[in-house]
């Protein structure tokens, strides 16, 4: 599928790329001591809406040792403190095409070793895309992005990726290490590409939290619980293809009900859990992610106005 610029879908990634960049713009401005975790999040939800774009996946809200996956519960009453290590990942799609695109902001006063912690991941994705070009080695990024943060003295999470995307799919089958590893394929021109490097003061890897509260609809099968066969019924309606949030099917039915639904859906295998991801040795960690397409020469971000 070409990308050129006549092409619709490039159109479609543009204007994901510029919606999701003006929104993670501004939204350092309400980041501060004392704001709280569900009006960010759903605050970024709505102007998605409002600037003319779809949901992609629900705004990622991760704090301090947790690297992702976490978002606002239903009546969270989380407060962001002073010094706070805030991940803010969004996903905007048009038609589809997906715009994905994260940053760490350090709550209230500067932090010398934080804002080092921040700079870390955020250098390791530029370079990482200055190498990016139709012909390198996957591994050569992944080497990059390591040696990037280990020069700062950190660690690269090392089982946390980046992603090729296609339309209506968020993840392929394809990632991208921010390490190196034995096993490369060589990137193409066309291709679409999240890099996402996450640095930590940590152990260097992530561990699952027993909680989930984002979730993608799998496929069918039989349920006998009321609940639980109305909200996949909504699930498959509403959220066939990319993840959704606890918070989205708030009002289908009282909450009791709807974690019980959850829970069967989750043990049948009709919706995947992406369960809270946290630092193993409950380290700092800090993230920074771009969408890029392949051009000939070397590529594009699209989530950079
Ligand atoms: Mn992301
Ligand atoms: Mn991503």
Redesign the pocket.
């Known amino acids: 599928m070409p990308y050129n610029n006549k092409h619709e879908s490039y159109k479609y990634y543009k204007k994901a790329g510029e919606i999701a960049f003006s929104i993670i713009k501004d939204v350092e401005k309400i980041l501060k001591p004392g704001a709280s975790v569900l009006d960010i999040v759903e605050w970024v939800e709505k102007e998605i809406l409002k600037r003319g774009g779809s949901h992609a996946f629900p705004c990622?809200l991760s704090i301090n040792e947790v690297a992702a996956h976490d978002t606002a519960r239903i009546d969270d009453n989380r407060i962001l403190k002073e010094g706070d290590v805030v991940k803010i990942?969004?996903?905007v799609h048009i038609n589809g095409y997906i715009a994905?695109?994260?940053k760490t902001i350090i709550v209230g006063a500067k932090n010398k070793k934080k804002d080092k912690l921040v700079k870390a991941s955020k250098e390791a994705l530029e370079e990482a895309i200055s190498k990016i070009r139709p012909g390198i080695k996957s591994n050569e990024i992944g080497r990059v992005i390591e040696d990037t943060i280990r020069s700062y003295d950190l660690k690269p999470i090392v089982n946390l990726t980046g992603h090729f995307l296609e339309r209506y799919k968020l993840h392929t089958n394809k990632v991208l290490f921010n390490i190196y590893t034995r096993h490369y394929f060589e990137i193409k021109e066309n291709d679409v590409i999240?890099i996402?490097p996450f640095a930590t003061d940590g152990y260097g890897k992530v561990v699952d939290e027993a909680e989930a509260l984002i979730f993608r609809y799998l496929t069918r099968k039989p349920v006998r619980n009321i609940y639980a066969r109305r909200l996949l019924d909504y699930i498959e309606r509403n959220y066939p293809y990319l993840p959704f949030s606890e918070r989205w099917l708030g009002k289908m039915m009282s909450k009791i009900n709807l974690y019980a639904a959850l829970r069967e859906l989750i043990n049948i295998k009709s919706i995947y859990a992406y369960n809270i991801l946290r630092e193993k040795a409950r380290g700092l960690v800090s993230q920074a992610?771009h969408t890029v397409i392949v051009k000939r020469d070397g590529c594009e971000i699209i989530t950079l106005a």
């Open positions: 990622n990942d969004i996903g994905d695109t994260a999240a996402e992610e």
